[in-house]
């Protein structure tokens, strides 16, 4: 009889014991063996606190296969379930947290994005009560997607490329506790298309360990995530857990191949941007070794000011610059 399926999540499917198979094939064949661990969805958490215990241990430097809900935690199951009926106590399930071996309160982390695996459904969602436009909505509604290939499938006469990347990713705070569908200087709640393959994501770390964790993997999003959904996936995520160096932030930073970009979140856009602009002009003058008027202006003629989002309880701005320039 062929090996059954396992349900990681609605969704993602794995024969049964096909890791097993290979890995003993391999063995017998004296094939050189690198096993990725996997961290289970089950264990997540719905806030960041320092209070947090680990779930997870990583070596520094460990490469591991994180298991991700959707952000409803699979409660969305068909179009007639809305925004209303899921608390708000379920929303944005963050696997982890997961410590660190060796990382220190102080240290940046660097979280590397190198696989993310969507599922074959998603859920997007809008309510009176969600997005920038909340109060034009005239009733709730909920559409089911179904991923197909590196196309999402909107409506019978639109797909939509996928660009998935990680909407949650965030360590322990300094103080303070703090939902998951919160963005800080922590992390949490980014919402940033950036934070996708091939990218790699630098927090300020609050406590030993870091105690990262991970979420709300979008199959596709647009700049300002003006509704309050993306294509809301379940996934697993292959990611980089290691300490940066020598690198000093004050909040979140990411890198791509080819940009380098500032996060900041407030609670008006105004502030935000502001914050997001001095973050960057500050790396330029530290990458480039001039004083904070030419960095100003180099920014103000190369980088890019932009919307992470503009529907959490805080908003987001990010602010990017071609890596040639420094």
Known sequence: MPPKSMALHKGLGLKRGTAKYLLRARIRSGQQVDVMRRLSSKKAIYN???KNKPAYRVSNGETIVVESGDCFSGLAKSE????EDIAMG????A???IAVDGMRAGEVLCIEVKKIKC???GVVMCSPELGILASEVRKSRTRIVRIRGAKAVFSKDLEIDLNPHVGVVGVSPQKGEFPTFHP???GGNLDTVEVRERSKLYLPTFVDGAMVALGDVHGAMGDGEVCGTGIEVPAEVTVRLSRAGEMSLKRPMIETPTEWISYAAAKTLDEAAKLATQDLVRFISNRRGCDFEEAYMLA???ANLGISQVVDPLMAAKMSISKKYL
């Not at 007639?80 to 925004?83: E, I, K, T, V």
């Not at 379920?90 to 399930?93: E, L, R, T």
């Open 48 to 50: 960041f606190t320092r």
């Open 80 to 83: 007639s379930d809305l925004f």
């Open 90 to 93: 379920d929303v944005n399930p």
């Open 95 to 97: 696997t982890g947290p």
């Open 119 to 121: 599922g074959n459904r």
């Open 184 to 186: 800080g200087d922590y």
């Open 300 to 302: 103000s003629v190369a």
